[in-house]
């Protein structure tokens, strides 16, 4: 079974909807050959700039997070009918900055990605260790117990609309990124665990990218593993030049 690669930029807290719109424009010219798909997860207030921008390309635009309940007291906060109503077709959940400094578990990150699923946008459910625990050795039991947390509830037929993004925090923003072998073997145990869940036919269909550091160096290589499915890119992807080469990586 043959997958695409997912190339998606996460923007984080960068660029203003004015910047959005120009470096969407830029990017689309250099991205329109490739055959993969390119997606671009920018801040909410970009999101409308991103999709006007982005109309006759072939780039997808991303929501960074979303709310799990459908609307109410929630100040804030922006649920997935509202990104839905935008256009958005894409969200990541559970990046480990949003469990990190905002108190995201693995029991909300479950929440949203069945309210994603059940709305029709598709999730990019971030997974991944920290230093102390690969130092442990826990890594792979740790990285299963998230996605089998994540998927709870998560039906073979909507395994289809969900991507997985294996970004150990160590490597995130750091310029540490884990070696083609170490991000490869964690991106397999995570099809295992599919496996044992879903069978091999769903498990061998699912993207699974990775995240941290990658680079216009390293994503060729990284992307050539037989379990890596693309990536998601940080700080490479706020630089047309770079993220145009990682998206062209194998030119
Ligand atoms: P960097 O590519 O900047 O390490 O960030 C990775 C990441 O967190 C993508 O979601």
Same mark, same amino acid.
């Given at each position: 079974?043959?997958?695409? %690669?997912?190339?998606?930029?996460?923007? #984080?807290?960068?660029?203003?909807? $004015?910047? &959005?719109? =120009?470096?969407? %424009?830029?990017? $689309?010219?250099?991205?329109?050959?490739?055959?993969?798909?390119?997606?671009? +997860?920018?801040? @909410? =207030?970009?999101?409308?700039? !991103?999709?006007? +921008? $982005? *109309?006759?390309?072939?780039? #997808?635009?991303?929501?960074?997070?979303?709310? @799990?309940?459908?609307?109410? !007291? @929630? &100040?804030?906060?922006?649920?997935?009918?509202? /990104?839905?109503?935008?256009?958005? #077709? @894409?969200?990541?959940?559970?990046? $480990?900055?949003?469990?990190?400094?905002?108190?995201?578990?693995?029991?909300?990150?479950?929440?949203?990605?069945?309210?994603?699923?059940?709305?029709?946008? *598709?999730?990019?459910?971030?997974?991944?260790?920290? /230093?102390?625990?690969?130092e442990m050795g826990v890594t792979s039991d740790y990285v299963r117990y998230q996605v089998a947390y994540a998927l709870n509830g998560v039906s073979v037929e909507d395994l289809k609309n969900i991507i997985i993004a294996y970004e150990p925090i160590w490597a995130i923003g750091t310029g540490k990124t884990a070696s083609n072998e170490q991000a490869n073997d964690v991106c397999k145990t995570i099809r295992e665990a599919l496996v044992e869940k879903y069978g091999r036919r769903a498990a061998n269909a699912t993207y699974i990218q990775y995240g941290g550091s990658v680079n216009t160096k390293n994503a060729k290589d990284l992307f050539g593993m037989s379990d890596i499915d693309g990536g998601l890119v940080g700080g490479a992807s706020l630089k047309t030049e770079d993220f145009d080469k990682i998206v062209n990586y194998n030119k």
């Open positions: 079974m043959s997958r695409k %690669k997912i190339i998606a930029g996460n923007w #984080k807290m960068n660029k203003t909807p $004015s910047e &959005t719109a =120009v470096f969407i %424009k830029e990017l $689309s010219d250099k991205v329109n050959q490739t055959n993969d798909i390119i997606i671009c +997860a920018v801040p @909410y =207030v970009c999101i409308p700039a !991103a999709l006007k +921008a $982005s *109309k006759r390309s072939r780039i #997808k635009i991303a929501a960074q997070n979303m709310h @799990y309940e459908d609307n109410g !007291a @929630y &100040t804030g906060e922006i649920s997935a009918n509202m /990104l839905l109503d935008l256009g958005v #077709k @894409y969200v990541i959940i559970g990046h $480990s900055e949003r469990r990190q400094y905002f108190n995201e578990t693995d029991i909300t990150v479950n929440k949203k990605v069945l309210k994603a699923l059940k709305s029709g946008l *598709k999730p990019i459910i971030c997974v991944g260790e920290s /230093l102390e625990q690969r």
